[in-house]
């Protein structure tokens, strides 16, 4: 937040107790050699470990945080189970500004909560894009690793309203080349170096603050809508070369989505 970050991606478990807190791993093992899981221990039990300057916060504490400071989070959540409890926690405090990435599950079942949510759909592979999934979805951002960008993927998705961020450049050289591509939004461990390549490429700050965009509808993201032509064009690799569909992409489409109506049901 010092560094001028326009919102802040933290990632999100549940304690045993079904309290919220922000952590990445599993288990405890790199920060104090614990093996436990994160979700074998209660809040109290958590709160104990570290010390006033190391320790693990509840989300509510960031949310406050972030609320105080007007700079939203991005919340990373790893399940369904830790999703939903983070979404009703952020409703309940009124952290309206606050978006969601992390498990598709997690996704789903967020939208359906909080409609107006705020969802960056995370990709971590070069796949086709899943038009049932985004039509389910329903997210403002797409998320993929910053390798997999191309400027036929940033075509495609905005055609289709939805606007495109990338993880997690953190090289000058990276930073500069994913800018070129034209993506909307980054997420990197270097906001300082980001921030000084928008200043030098125009006042961004002013200018390009962001607010949230809308959630798509599911029309414009329909199998009716989405070519595929239009799929197999923004799935291009950087080599060159266009990937299969991963079997679990397959299986996923056809098990949990049926084809979407052609009607609109509903950071640096």
């Not at 991005?74 to 999703?83: E, F, L, N, R, W």
Request: aromatic share 4%.
């Amino acid at each position: 937040m010092a560094q001028g970050a326009d919102a802040v991606e933290i990632d999100v478990r549940l304690a045993a107790d079904g309290t919220p807190v922000v952590i990445h791993d599993e288990t405890f093992e790199r920060l104090w050699s614990d093996p436990h899981p994160i979700g074998s221990l209660t809040w109290p039990e958590i709160a104990r470990l570290g010390g006033p300057a190391e320790r693990v916060p509840r989300l509510a504490e960031a949310l406050e945080l972030s609320i105080a400071t007007g700079v939203p989070l991005v919340i990373d959540q790893k399940s369904p189970a830790a999703g939903l409890a983070a979404a009703r926690l952020v409703d309940r405090m009124s952290a309206s500004r606050t978006a969601f990435c992390g498990s598709a599950d997690g996704l789903l079942e967020i939208r359906a909560l909080l409609p107006e949510a705020t969802i960056f759909c995370n990709v971590e592979r070069v796949e086709p894009l899943d038009p049932y999934l985004l039509a389910a979805m329903r997210p403002q951002y797409y998320n993929p690793y910053w390798l997999t960008v191309s400027p036929a993927m940033i075509r495609t998705l905005h055609s289709l309203g939805i606007a495109v961020c990338c993880w997690t450049p953190n090289d000058d050289g990276d930073l500069a080349l994913v800018l070129d591509l034209g993506v909307d939004a980054v997420m990197t461990d270097r906001v300082g170096a980001l921030g000084t390549l928008l200043d030098a490429r125009g006042p961004y700050r002013e200018s390009a603050k962001p607010a949230w965009p809308q959630a798509v509808s599911a029309a414009t993201v329909s199998a009716a809508t989405v070519s595929a032509a239009t799929v197999s064009a923004a799935t291009v690799a950087p080599d060159g070369t266009t990937p299969a569909p991963t079997a679990a992409a397959a299986a996923r489409r056809s098990a949990r989505h049926a084809p979407a109506p052609a009607r609109a049901d509903d950071h640096r």
